[in-house]
């Protein structure tokens, strides 16, 4: 059964940094792309970052781009995402979720439960 | 940036009917959408890819459809379990998903 576990949520200052981590079981890992994807309180999706299959390609969306930096350990089929300089629109609930095509965002066919990172003061 | 324009923003139908929700993007991005359910307290699902493949294990009353920059997605007969908020995203350029229908039960 495939298996997508975030852990390292929590409350965080304005400025601040926190490493997300998303523990996957049930699949090769090294066969797909992965995503992080969030969700702000009532809102909508938003994809942030992606990594493909061996860790070669990332993207990143604007608002994130220079502040997140996603990666991935294949020894420990764990995708990563390290957040600076933190604001409080960054305050939502983080999901992973499995690229089937191997690329850094295209099919999301798995996706965790979430950790929940909020930015305050 | 390509956006999503997503409508309606909720919808309230009755069981057994036809519920169709559009998805229309700022530029052309060929077949390159995808559609999902989220159930209220669950992760998202993905039911239909590449515009009108249904996922595996996805019941036929879900389809999707459209090419360009206008996208549909049906429920041929609502179902109880549907009730969810639905989600378009394209993957033409940086992944990018629609604000989302709440769809209720009236």
């Known amino acids: 059964e495939v298996q997508l576990v975030e852990s390292g949520g929590g409350v965080v200052r304005p400025g601040g940094s926190l490493r997300l981590s998303c523990a996957a079981s049930g699949f090769t890992f090294d066969d797909f792309g992965m995503s992080w994807v969030r969700q702000a309180p009532g809102k909508g999706l938003e994809w942030i970052c992606g990594i493909n299959w061996n860790g070669g390609s990332t993207r990143y969306a604007d608002s994130v781009k220079g502040r997140f930096t996603i990666s991935r350990d294949k020894a420990k089929n764990s995708l990563y995402l390290q957040m600076n300089s933190l604001r409080a629109e960054d305050t939502a609930l983080y999901h992973c979720?499995?690229?089937?095509?191997?690329?850094?965002?295209?099919?999301?066919?798995?996706w965790g439960q979430g950790t929940l990172v909020t930015v305050s003061s | 940036d390509i956006q999503m324009t997503q409508s309606p923003s909720s919808l309230s139908a009755s069981v057994g009917d036809r519920v169709t929700i559009t998805c229309q993007a700022s530029?052309?991005?060929?077949?390159?959408l995808n559609w999902y359910q989220q159930i209220p307290g669950k992760a998202p699902k993905l039911l239909i890819y590449?515009?009108?493949n249904l996922e595996t294990g996805v019941p036929s009353r879900f389809s999707g459809s459209g090419s360009g920059t206008d996208f549909s997605f049906t429920i041929s007969s609502l179902q109880p379990e549907d009730i969810a908020t639905y989600f378009c995203?394209?993957?033409?350029?940086?992944?990018?998903f629609g604000g989302g229908t709440k769809v209720e039960i009236k």
């Open positions: 530029q052309d991005i060929s077949n390159s």
């Open positions: 995203q394209q993957y033409h350029n940086l992944p990018v």
């Open positions: 979720a499995r690229d089937r095509s191997g690329s850094d965002g295209r099919y999301f066919d798995y």
């Open positions: 590449d515009a009108s």
